[in-house]
Nanobody, 115 residues
């Protein structure tokens, strides 16, 4: 059974940091590109970070230089290190596993940036 479970969300003050984790099971993690999306209240879900199976990374402009995506294939886990958080980063954050044949989603973790 495929599972993707996000964790690490919570309430943080502007300028603070959080690290999200997405722990997976049930599929060959190392063969998949992993992506982080977020969906703010009243907005569409947006792609913010990607790490390929080879370890190459890409970021959406609004998070570039503040967020870092990484993966640990031994732990079947992808991370999103978020720093210099802004109120507008408030959203539910989702991870997704993707290759040419399959796509799997987690259920999300809420990040609230507020003073």
């Amino acid at each position: 059974q495929v599972q993707l479970v996000e964790s690490g969300g919570g309430l943080v003050q502007p300028g603070g940091s959080l690290r999200l984790s997405c722990t997976t099971s049930g599929f060959a993690f190392y063969l998949y590109a992993m992506r982080w999306y977020r969906q703010a209240p009243g907005k569409e879900r947006e792609l913010i970070a990607t790490i390929t199976s080879a370890g190459n990374t890409n970021y959406e402009d609004s998070v570039k230089g503040r967020f870092t995506i990484s993966r640990d294939n031994a732990k079947n886990t992808v991370y999103l290190q978020m720093s210099s958080l802004k109120v507008e980063d408030t959203a539910v954050y989702y991870c997704k596993a993707e290759n040419n044949w399959s796509t799997y989603w987690g259920k999300g973790t809420l990040v609230t940036v507020s003073s």
